[in-house]
């Protein structure tokens, strides 16, 4: 894996822009998607955000309702007091890695979704979201039943190289992912509502280190970002944009998994759900769901006969490529998984500018660089292991 790297140059990449809208208050991922798609992202912040003219584009108009003018001019009085190339190096400094809508480090499937980020952040390695996903999802407030029940799935589907995806919340979620790491299988996949230097929940902590030091952890929010409860229900929708088959292995009637579930749904995802005591409280939404047509998950082999797997579990292989050679290699592990200039790169490398450059362009000729606007960046498709 390439670890992010820490920007040292005075102007930051485009990116640092988007990062910087993505601080202001009221900006949902609908919003921020639609200054994104504004243009040039240096651009929108000058002539919208800090002018306090947000509200005359159309695109960003429709999306802060009637509320437009008084959230325009409230982003900018926030927009004045952030620097973008500060914000920019303190992600890069914690090793957060960034990819903004259309940077090609996104993982397609979410660079693809029906709502997708306008930002992502993440800490770990982006690349583990190939092969199978199941996302594993529940009440916080579950029963031993319920907690078993997704320790085991959570643990059987990664012994056997399916990656489980969950919110990282209490009860059902970190059981889930709990037993995922307890079988050393396939890397763990977290989502979670908040930056990525704030834990939440904070009984988490070590479920978090471990998740991001074996899988990967993603996050739509900048630092120093805390718990909405708005922000884990637009989180959900990651969750079963990630998935190929999602499981709600306990929920109350009108539990936040439903949420989820409907997410699932919107995205054609195959819904299953766990049968419960009939006069459990925290069955009575998997229950229901299974009595309006969802799959009855038992057991593991339950779920990978819906992901089609009952005979060929292990994780599908990678993508081919051409390896880079030992000089490639050595640029690629420079050049980590932020936009760097080829000024940046010499530096870092400590190569010869003939060298840095044949490199590169060996590199973007076997897919695994991609050079715009006088940066550089790796590319991380699905399916590509470095």
């Not at 994104?36 to 800090?50: A, F, K, Q, S």
């Not at 399916?162 to 299988?185: K, N, P, Q, R, Y």
């Not at 909405?228 to 969750?239: A, G």
């Not at 929920?251 to 998994?257: E, F, K, N, Q, T």
Request: proline share 8%; aromatic share 4%.
């Amino acid at each position: 894996m390439a670890e992010p790297t820490t920007v040292t140059d005075s102007r930051p990449p485009p990116d640092a822009w988007v990062v910087a809208m993505a601080t202001l208050p009221h900006m949902g991922p609908g919003r921020l998607r639609a200054a994104v798609r504004l243009g040039e992202p240096e651009l929108t912040w000058t002539r919208d955000v800090v002018s306090g003219r947000a509200h005359r584009q159309p695109a960003l108009q429709k999306k802060l309702g009637k509320n437009a003018r008084a959230i325009a001019e409230q982003w900018a009085q926030v927009a004045a007091r952030v620097d973008p190339a500060t914000l920019w190096r303190a992600h890069a400094d914690a090793g957060i890695g960034i990819a903004t809508l259309g940077n090609p480090a996104m993982p397609a499937v979410l660079a693809g979704d029906l709502a997708p980020p306008g930002v992502l952040f993440w800490l770990g390695d982006p690349d583990v979201v190939v092969g199978p996903r199941v996302g594993i999802v529940g009440t916080r407030d579950c029963t031993r039943y319920g907690r078993d029940i997704a320790f085991e799935l959570g643990r059987d589907l990664a012994a056997v190289g399916v990656s489980v995806v969950s919110g990282l919340a209490l009860g059902i979620d970190g059981a889930a992912h709990a037993g995922a790491l307890a079988a050393e299988g396939a890397p763990p996949i977290g989502v979670v509502g908040t930056g990525l230097d704030t834990v939440y929940p904070r009984q988490h902590r070590r479920l978090w280190q471990q998740v991001v030091e074996r899988g990967v952890l993603f996050s739509e929010y900048p630092l120093r970002t805390g718990a909405e409860p708005w922000h884990f229900t637009s989180r959900n929708r990651l969750i079963a944009a990630l998935a190929d088959v999602l499981v709600v292995v306990e929920s109350h009637a009108a539990g936040g998994s439903m949420h989820t579930v409907d997410d699932a749904e919107r995205r054609q995802r195959p819904v299953m759900a766990v049968p419960g005591p009939v006069r459990s409280p925290a069955s009575a939404g998997t229950n229901k769901l299974l009595s309006e047509g969802a799959i009855v998950a038992r057991d593991v082999l339950d779920v990978l006969v819906e992901l089609g797997l009952k005979d060929r579990p292990p994780r599908a292989a990678a993508e081919a490529r051409p390896p880079p050679n030992a000089a490639g290699q050595h640029v690629l592990e420079a050049l980590g998984w932020q936009p760097a200039t080829f000024e940046q790169l010499v530096m870092r490398s400590g190569r010869s500018l003939a060298e840095v450059s044949a490199s590169l362009e060996q590199l973007q000729r076997d897919g695994w660089v991609d050079g715009r606007g006088g940066w550089y960046e790796r590319v991380a498709k699905a399916g590509a292991r470095s």
